[in-house]
């Protein structure tokens, strides 16, 4: 009991560092679960390949659309890189030439740009519900390649040969969907910072 109240504060502007709020950094594990449930309940139904690309596309479309409005809108710079960051993926999975190599370039480009203007970037973020979608979605990202590169050979995973391709496809489309999610918490933040601001 804090305060005479029991329960999270997570939501407080008091208490930014509770745990819980960090829940978003479990959905890429959740999703390789669900490869596994769709599994056992019906292995003739898992999620093909093709599948999981259409819908990439589709999502993350919506975050590039979504970003862009954000950024000639409010003007953050963290709406700036995440609308470069979402047309990076997007150009990814539309697999036309150059992509391939094309999106490590872009990443490479991103990570000076956000390492060189952090205090900008992060300034929008940090501390404040934007923060655990923000990390959850590179975590996403980061365990689909991980799969990808069949690390998890190395250690104990049931059936990594057989089912490497789904898991990492379902991971993809999971950070997919956690960045659409950022999106949303991000035009909310910027919302509300306009609010305060005077801003309609």
Partial sequence: MVDGKAGCKC?????????CRWWPLIMGPVA????????????????????NESMALILVGISVVGFGIQA?????????????????????????????NGIYVALGV?????FKRHHQIDGFFKGNAVEPWFWATFSCYALSQIIARR??????????????IYLE?????????????????SWLRAKSLGTLNGDK
């Fill in 11 to 19: 939501h407080s502007d008091g208490d930014k560092k509770c745990l």
């Fill in 32 to 51: 390789m679960v669900m490869v596994y449930v769709a599994q056992a309940l019906s292995p003739e139904q898992i999620a093909w390949r093709g599948a």
């Fill in 72 to 100: 000639i809108k409010y003007k953050q710079e963290f709406q700036f890189f995440m609308l470069a960051l979402c047309a990076a993926f997007f150009c990814r999975e539309w697999h036309f030439a150059g992509t391939s």
């Fill in 110 to 114: 991103l990570a000076v740009w956000f």
């Fill in 151 to 164: 690390v998890f050979r190395y250690v104990y995973l049931p059936g990594e040969e057989e089912m490497h």
């Fill in 169 to 185: 496809e379902s991971v993809e489309t999971m950070a997919h969907v956690v960045m659409a999610i950022t999106c949303f918490v």
